[in-house]
């Protein structure tokens, strides 16, 4: 029996310090406790001190309902109140106990233990009620048993509900650094009307390329802070070269180039989280080329951050297929060809490859992504069937067949329609 015993123990043991949530946590523990005492039910009740309440969602059967009562009533709030463990032959003869909890359930409690639970402080963090034994009434035997469960239980509780804080303190975190990461490409789209959406157009790009690679979810995501903050440091450039129409002057362009190295200076001073320091070398490395020649660093190949070389292929597309100050759109022909040429030497061969897999709709997608419109089904399911490179063959054709024509046709109706949104 002895041996059967510390079998169900470790079990216990076991079980509850692998759980992770919270709610399944409190069931395993009661269904636990429930089995090794032979009773017909165990609720488990946590103490909130700020509002002086113990509650449960696993407490006298109710499956997920929460129920909630002054820590001063009934037996367990006289357990959690004292720290004392009692055990009960007669509930309704002893005037501690809550007789509203078994009025609001329809349950019948007749003899029980109640036990607090105890964190590795020796503070009460909770309170076991064991209910109905069935093989008469709660002995010290039992009585061990639960403080044995509770130990582990009081530390596993104490542990999930500190993992609970420290989760929602990084979730705020990250809504914090989300607001603070729009609030800065914002700052630049307030400069210039004209690349209005730039910044976030290259992320969604970015973020399919990413895919197209499979690289996993962090990773896409500092992607996607770093695109978003790739131009930053345009807030240093004057605004009579920012917003200059027509050509760039020698001297202009060196000024725009500066951009890269603020931008990088500007990340590597704000330490919001660990992960800024690769957002800072991502973002500084998009005008970086795969054969040496960009700048800021004029890094080569795997030099450059794959992360840069990613947001170098974004950057380029996005500029090209937006109207600039200084130029109109590019056709999408001459625009992809631009793309195709650079492969090994502006841009990486490998995440070439990507982008020019990714499918046509989700390309357009973007494209129209600052100006309200949206695909029509019936032109999403053309486009979805041809990736970005079958585009650029059939681009290619000096001889078209009807299907062909239609996607070419669907396609342009959306880039040039992008084109008016602008008043061109």
């Given at each position: 029996q002895n041996t059967t015993l510390l079998l169900a123990l470790s079990k216990i043991a076991r079980t509850i310090n692998a759980e992770g949530n919270l709610d399944e946590l409190l069931i395993t523990i009661a269904e636990q406790t429930k089995q090794v005492l032979n009773a017909d039910r165990c609720s488990v009740f946590l103490?909130?001190?700020?509002?002086?309440?113990?509650?449960?969602?696993?407490?006298?059967?109710?499956?997920?309902?929460?129920?909630?009562?002054?820590?001063?009533?009934?037996?367990?709030?006289?357990?959690?109140?004292?720290?004392?463990?009692?055990?009960?032959?007669?509930?309704?003869?002893?005037s501690r106990f809550n007789k509203e909890i078994d009025k609001h359930t329809g349950y019948k409690t007749y003899n029980m233990i109640c036990m607090p639970i105890r964190n590795i402080k020796y503070?009460?963090?909770?309170?076991?009620?064991?209910?109905?034994?069935?093989?008469?009434?709660?002995?010290?035997?039992?009585?061990?048993?639960?403080?044995?469960?509770?130990?582990?239980?009081?530390?596993?509780?104490?542990?999930?509900?500190?993992?609970?804080?420290?989760?929602k303190m990084i979730q705020e975190q990250q809504k914090l650094f989300g607001g603070f990461i729009d609030t800065l490409a914002a700052s630049i789209d307030a400069r210039d009307k004209i690349t209005l959406g730039h910044s976030n157009r290259v992320r969604l790009y970015s973020e399919l390329i990413s895919r197209q690679l499979g690289l996993n979810k962090d990773i896409t995501e500092?992607?996607?802070?770093?695109?978003?903050?790739?131009d930053i440091g345009k807030i240093g450039i004057r605004d009579a070269v920012l917003q200059k129409k027509g050509s760039l002057t020698k001297e202009e362009y060196e000024h725009i180039k500066e951009h890269v190295k603020i931008t990088y200076d500007i990340l590597c001073k704000t330490n919001m989280n660990s992960s800024f320091s690769e957002i800072a070398e991502i973002a500084a490395s998009h005008h970086e080329k795969y054969d040496g020649?960009?700048?800021?660093?004029?890094?080569?190949?795997?030099?450059?951050?794959?992360?840069?070389?990613?947001?170098?292929?974004?950057?380029?597309?996005?500029?090209?297929?937006?109207?600039?100050?200084?130029?109109?759109?590019?056709?999408?022909?001459e625009a992809l060809k631009i793309m195709s040429d650079g492969r090994n030497k502006h841009f990486d061969g490998k995440i070439i490859d990507a982008f020019f897999s990714?499918?046509?709709?989700?390309?357009?997608?973007?494209?129209?992504?600052?100006?309200?419109?949206?695909?029509?089904?019936?032109?999403?399911?053309?486009?979805?069937?041809?990736?970005?490179k079958n585009f650029w063959d059939i681009l290619n054709k000096t001889s078209l067949n009807k299907e062909e024509k239609k996607i070419i046709d669907i396609f342009n109706s959306y880039y040039v329609r992008n084109n008016t949104a602008l008043g061109n």
């Open positions: 103490l909130d001190k700020e509002k002086n309440e113990l509650w449960s969602k696993v407490a006298l059967g109710m499956d997920s309902e929460e129920i909630r009562f002054s820590a001063d009533k009934g037996f367990a709030g006289y357990v959690a109140k004292t720290g004392e463990t009692i055990k009960i032959q007669d509930a309704y003869h002893d503070d009460i963090i909770g309170v076991f009620q064991v209910l109905n034994k069935k093989d008469g009434d709660f002995t010290d035997a039992d009585e061990d048993i639960l403080l044995a469960i509770g130990t582990n239980a009081g530390i596993a509780i104490e542990n999930n509900l500190l993992l609970n804080i420290q989760q500092i992607i996607s802070k770093a695109a978003m903050l790739h020649t960009g700048y800021f660093r004029g890094l080569k190949g795997e030099e450059i951050p794959f992360g840069g070389r990613i947001l170098a292929v974004s950057d380029v597309f996005d500029a090209i297929t937006s109207v600039r100050h200084y130029r109109d759109r590019m056709p999408i022909k990714i499918p046509c709709d989700l390309i357009t997608d973007v494209l129209i992504s600052e100006y309200k419109l949206k695909l029509k089904e019936t032109d999403r399911k053309v486009l979805s069937s041809v990736t970005l």
